[in-house]
C-alpha cells in the first residue's frame, strides 16, 4: 500500500520571508516576517499527523503540536491558538524564540528523511492571527476574565517568562497574582534583553497586557530583598514564586577591563532596549555608540550585542571568539543571519588585555590566536595559546557577552533560601517549592542562564503546585 510518507518529506520546508540583509542591518523592525496564511497552509500540510507524534516530547512544555497543525490544515485558527494556549502562555514569544531546531523539530520524523515540519513558524502565525483578531477586544477589555474571588492572592517577584507563567496560571484559577518588579517596565529578558528585530516589544506587551485583563497586577521599581522582603510577603500572601533570573554579568578578568567603552552584553542591551536608544531622537539614553566593535563570546546574547551594534551605527562589528565556529552556542540561525548582515568572526581568538589613550577611553584589544586541544569538561575541545602570535585590533566600544550569574540581591537579604553550590536557589524539582514553605522559584534563577521555554515550564510547574495548594 502507497502511504503519503516520503511524498511529505519530500516537499521542501516553508521558507520563512525576511527582510533583506543590507535594509534590515540599518533599523530595528523585524528580520523575520512571518507566514502568510496561504504559507501557512502550505506548511501544516507537510506535518504527517502521527500516531505517536514524538514533536511533543521535544517540547519543555508539552504543546499538543499534532493537534494544533491539525486545525491550521482544517483552517480553525482559534481553535488551534486555544490548544497551544493549554500548555503555552506565551506562544507569540515562543514562535519566535525558542531554539526549536533542538526541541520539537529535532524530533520531527520528517526531519529523518528531509527538513523537520516548521513548528515554531506555525506556533507564531496561529498567535500573531489570534492577536490580530482579537486587537479590538484587547483594547476595549471585552475579553476580561471575572475578577479573582476567595480572598486568596499571591506574589510573583520578577516579571520574566518564568513570573509571567507563573501568575498566568494562578490568575486563570481564580487567584489575585501581585507581581513585583525591580525595573520599570515588566517581561524581564522579553524586554530589556532580546532585541526588538527578534521579538517586537508590542508582542510582549501584548502578552503582558492579556495578564492584566485576567486581574494580575504589575507593581513595577520594587525590588525583592530590598523594597520588599520575601519572608514578609510569605507572611502576607498564600504563596510567593520568585522568578528574577540571573543577570549578573561575567567579565574576562583582563587588564583594561574598566575602561570607558567597555561594556557587559547586559548592559548595552539594556540600555539600547529598555532604554530605548534605538528611538533616538525620541528617546535621548546614551547607549555608547561605537564605530569599531567588538563583541566577546559567541552564544545567543553574543550575536544580538553584535547585530544591535550594526544597527546603531557601527562602520564594522568583529565577534570574537576563542574556538571555532563549530563550538559556537549561538543557534546557527543567529549566526547566519549575523553574518549576512555583515558581522564579522574572528575564531580562535581571545583578549589578553585592552589598551586605552590618556582620558582612559578604550582604544584598542590586544589579542593572541588560540588552537585547540583535547575536549575540556565541557566536551568542547579546549582552546590553547599559540605563543607569539598576539595582535593589537582598533576597537572604540567592546561587549563582553560571556554568560550570567545570579543576582546576590534577594540572595543575601533572604538566608532563609537554601541555594546550590553554584549558587542559585534548590527547590523541590516537582514542586518548584524551595526551603522556605510557601515559596516557589523557577526560571533561570534555579538553573542558571536556560531558555524562555525552560523558564515558562518552570513557573508553570510552580503556579500549578500553588493553586493546588491555596484553593485544594
Ligand atoms: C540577550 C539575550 C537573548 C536571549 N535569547 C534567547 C532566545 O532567543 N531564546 C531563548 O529561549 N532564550 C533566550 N535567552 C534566555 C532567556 O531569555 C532566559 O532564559 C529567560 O528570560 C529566563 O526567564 P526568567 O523568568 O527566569 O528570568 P528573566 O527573564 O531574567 O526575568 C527576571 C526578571 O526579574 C527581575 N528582577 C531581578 N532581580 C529582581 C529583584 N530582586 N526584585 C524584583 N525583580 C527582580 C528582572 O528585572 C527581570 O525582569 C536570552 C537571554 C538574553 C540575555
Same mark, same amino acid.
Given at each position: ?34 507566514? @502568510?496564511?496561504?504559507? =501557512? &497552509?502550505?506548511?501544516? %500540510? +507537510?506535518?504527517?499527523? #502521527? ?5 511533543? $516530547? ?83 477589555? @471585552?475579553?476580561?476574565? =471575572? &475578577?479573582?474571588?476567595? %480572598? +486568596?492572592?499571591?506574589? #510573583? ?5 518564568? $513570573? ?309
Amino acid at each position: 500500500m502507497e502511504t503519503n510518507k516520503p511524498k511529505k518529506a519530500a516537499v521542501p520546508r516553508t521558507p520563512m520571508p525576511c527582510q533583506p540583509p543590507e535594509e534590515r542591518r540599518h533599523n530595528f523592525k523585524e528580520v523575520a516576517l512571518g507566514y @502568510t496564511r496561504e504559507m =501557512a &497552509m502550505t506548511e501544516a %500540510g +507537510r506535518c504527517m499527523q #502521527c500516531k505517536k507524534p514524538l514533536c511533543v $516530547s521535544g517540547c519543555p512544555v508539552e504543546v499538543p503540536i499534532r493537534d494544533f497543525i491539525r486545525e491550521i490544515q482544517a483552517g480553525n485558527l482559534d481553535a488551534a491558538y486555544r490548544i497551544i494556549k493549554t500548555t503555552n502562555s506565551l506562544p507569540a514569544v515562543c514562535g519566535r524564540v525558542c531554539p526549536q531546531e533542538r526541541q520539537c523539530e529535532s524530533k520531527c520524523i520528517l526531519g529523518k528523511k528531509g527538513e523537520a515540519v516548521a513548528i515554531g513558524r506555525l506556533e507564531r502565525f496561529v498567535a500573531d492571527s489570534y492577536i490580530a483578531s482579537t486587537a479590538c477586544e484587547q483594547v476595549t477589555g @471585552t475579553n476580561a476574565c =471575572a &475578577m479573582p474571588a476567595g %480572598g +486568596r492572592k499571591v506574589a #510573583c517577584i520578577g516579571s520574566g517568562p518564568s $513570573s509571567l507563567t507563573c501568575a498566568g496560571v494562578c490568575a486563570t484559577a481564580g487567584i489575585k497574582v501581585d507581581v513585583f518588579e525591580a525595573l520599570h517596565e515588566p517581561g524581564g529578558v522579553l524586554i530589556y534583553g532580546i532585541p526588538a528585530f527578534r521579538l517586537p516589544k508590542g508582542v510582549v506587551a501584548t502578552e503582558v497586557n492579556g495578564l492584566r485583563q485576567t486581574g494580575v497586577d504589575f507593581h513595577l521599581n520594587h525590588v525583592g530583598g530590598r523594597t520588599v522582603d520575601v519572608a514578609e510577603l510569605a507572611r502576607e500572601y498564600d504563596a510567593v514564586f520568585i522568578g528574577v533570573g540571573a543577570g549578573l554579568p561575567i567579565f574576562l578578568g583582563v587588564p583594561g577591563e574598566n575602561l570607558v567603552g567597555v561594556l557587559s552584553a547586559n548592559e548595552y542591551l539594556t540600555r539600547v532596549n529598555l532604554g530605548r536608544a534605538y528611538d533616538f531622537p525620541n528617546y535621548d539614553t546614551p547607549a555608547a555608540p561605537g564605530k569599531r566593535v567588538t563583541v566577546f563570546g559567541a552564544g545567543n546574547v553574543a550575536m544580538d550585542a553584535a547585530r544591535t551594534a550594526l544597527r546603531m551605527g557601527a562602520d564594522e562589528v568583529h565577534v570574537v571568539y576563542r574556538r571555532t565556529r563549530a563550538e559556537m552556542p549561538a543557534r546557527v540561525e543567529e549566526v547566519e543571519h549575523a553574518e549576512e548582515e555583515g558581522v564579522q568572526f574572528d575564531i580562535l581568538s581571545a583578549p589578553l588585555h585592552f589598551n586605552g589613550d590618556e582620558n582612559l577611553r578604550l582604544k584598542s584589544v590586544t589579542l593572541q590566536k588560540m588552537q585547540l586541544g583535547e575536549p575540556d569538561a565541557s566536551g568542547r575541545r579546549r582552546p590553547l595559546p599559540i605563543p607569539g602570535s598576539e595582535y593589537e585590533m582598533a576597537t572604540d566600544l567592546a561587549i563582553v557577552a560571556l554568560g550570567t550569574r545570579s543576582n546576590p540581591i534577594l540572595l543575601q537579604a533572604t538566608p532563609e533560601l537554601k541555594l546550590n553550590k553554584r549558587g542559585y536557589i534548590e527547590i523541590n524539582e516537582e514542586t518548584g517549592e524551595t526551603s522556605m514553605p510557601g515559596v516557589f522559584a523557577g526560571g533561570d534563577i534555579v538553573t542558571g542562564s536556560a531558555t524562555v521555554i525552560l523558564a515558562m515550564g518552570a513557573g508553570r510547574r510552580a503556579g500549578q503546585t500553588m493553586v493546588k495548594r491555596i484553593l485544594g
